[in-house]
């Protein structure tokens, strides 16, 4: 058994893949119109073939209230990992990407974490 995918409530699904392309640098893997929204994912460009990342719109109910107190909380949805968390930290800073926590040491790992600007709080994680 392996993830095929992983859903992520956006927003927006056009402002969703503009940050999640243009700037995280992942690449579209399927848009399909499915009505007023699409079956859209994005995948890494080194795993093309690896987990889909589901760009879901937010519609559900539940959904405002669960991530807005994960926001306010200030957790983490889910977590990207890079090779270098600080280096990734200053690209996507000067992209302006707000950061709601600095590259901080936490013994086996690096981490970050970021407004995704599409309603969610992402960490970056770098193992050591």
Known sequence: MIINLASLFVDDQ?????????VLGFVKKHDIPMG??????????EHPDGVELVL???????VGP???????????FTSFAVDDVRKEHE???ALGVVF???PTDMGPVT???FDDTCGNLIQLAQHH
């Open 100 to 102: 709601t926590q600095e």
């Open 111 to 113: 981490v970050a974490t």
């Open 91 to 93: 690209r996507m800073r």
């Open 56 to 62: 879901e719109p937010a519609a559900h109910p539940a």
């Open 14 to 22: 056009a402002k969703a893949l503009r940050f999640y392309t243009e």
């Open 36 to 45: 007023e929204h699409s079956w859209l994912t994005v995948v890494s460009p």
């Open 66 to 76: 669960f991530r807005a107190a994960l926001v306010e909380d200030g957790i983490p």
